[in-house]
Nanobody
């Protein structure tokens, strides 16, 4: 059974940084694409960043140049380094894993709040 445990969310001032982590178990981690979605109140869930099993990355236009996704296959963990945070980055961030055409598995979500 796949399990994802997220950590690293919290309250940060505008311009600050946070690093989210998502540790996976129950899968052969290196075979999976992983990434992060976010959902702000009253808005649809949107893709933030994705990293494929061979480490190709994709970012939402709104976070390009500010966020960096990376993975450590030895630790079964994916990271999202978020710099220059803005109030509009406030959302619940969800980690996911996906292999091929199969539906993704989601983490429980971690709150990120950017406010002064």
């Amino acid at each position: 059974q796949v399990q994802l445990v997220e950590s690293g969310g919290g309250l940060v001032q505008p311009g600050g940084s946070l690093r989210l982590s998502c540790a996976a178990s129950g899968i052969i981690f290196s075979l999976y694409d992983m990434g992060w979605y976010r959902q702000a109140p009253g808005k649809q869930r949107e893709l933030v960043a994705r990293i494929t099993s061979d480490s190709r990355t994709t970012y939402a236009d709104s976070v390009k140049g500010r966020f960096t996704i990376s993975r450590d296959n030895a630790k079964n963990t994916v990271y999202l380094q978020m710099n220059s945070l803005k109030p509009e980055d406030t959302a619940v961030y969800y980690c996911f894993v996906r292999k091929g055409i199969y539906p993704p598995t989601w983490g429980q979500g971690t709150q990120v709040t950017v406010s002064s």
